[in-house]
């Protein structure tokens, strides 16, 4: 059964820094592109970053572009996302997703979802 | 960016009754659109792909339609369970961009 769970989420200051997790199971890793969405409180959907199933591509968020990196290891299953020089505005549950369609640079659409895991930026 | 823009922000209807949910894109993106449904508390789930395939377990009474910059999702006859959340997605141009979500209600 595929499944995505995410951690590392917490409260950090402002400028400070955080790694997120997502371990995966259940589905060929190594043939998924994997994204990054996030959700603030009350808010919709945006889309963060996604990398290419062999981590030889990555595309951002403007919003997100410089401060944050999206990254994988194909021998853990697992997507990793580097928050760093964090603002009010990440304020959001970050969710990893995978993307429905094997190998290429596809923004979507996003097939599995994790549970998210809760980023709090707090001056 | 795309910008894509849904309406109504709300929709108000009955169970039995038909939803249809609207999606405007600010430029044509053929038919790399996607349909999600979230409830409170939950992770979106995929719904429809590519303006009109249904994933997977995604029951019948869910339809899409559309190309270009329009494009509708229909609920022919709603169920309780229904009563969410639905936002639209694009694929077409990075930065993949999400409309605003259209708030289905009782």
């Known amino acids: 059964q595929l499944q995505l769970v995410e951690s590392g989420g917490g409260v950090v200051q402002t400028g400070g820094s955080l790694r997120l997790s997502c371990a995966a199971s259940?589905?060929?890793?190594?043939?998924?592109?994997m994204h990054w969405v996030r959700q603030a409180p009350g808010k919709g959907l945006e889309w963060v970053a996604f990398?290419?199933?062999?981590?030889?591509?990555?595309y951002y968020a403007d919003s997100v572009n410089g401060r944050f990196t999206i990254s994988r290891d194909n021998s853990k299953n697992t997507v990793y996302l580097q928050m760093n020089s964090l603002r009010s505005d990440d304020t959001a549950v970050h969710y990893c997703a995978k993307n429905f369609f094997d190998y290429g640079d596809n923004a979507g659409p996003f097939h599995a979802w994790g549970q998210g895991t809760m980023v709090t930026v707090s001056s | 960016e795309i910008v894509l823009t849904q309406s109504p922000d709300t929709l108000s209807l009955s169970p039995g009754e038909r939803a249809t949910l609207s999606c405007r894109a600010s430029q044509s993106i053929s038919t790399y659109l996607a349909w999600y449904q979230q409830k409170a508390g939950q992770a979106p789930r995929l719904l429809i792909y590519?303006?009109?395939n249904r994933a997977t377990g995604i029951p019948a009474r869910f339809s899409g339609s559309g190309s270009g910059t329009d494009f509708t999702l229909t609920i022919s006859s709603l169920e309780p369970e229904d009563f969410a959340v639905y936002y639209c997605q694009q694929r077409s141009k990075w930065p993949s961009t999400f409309g605003q979500g259209t708030r289905l209600e009782i």
């Open positions: 590519d303006v009109s």
């Open positions: 990398i290419r199933y062999d981590g030889t591509r990555t």
């Open positions: 259940g589905f060929t890793f190594t043939t998924s592109g």
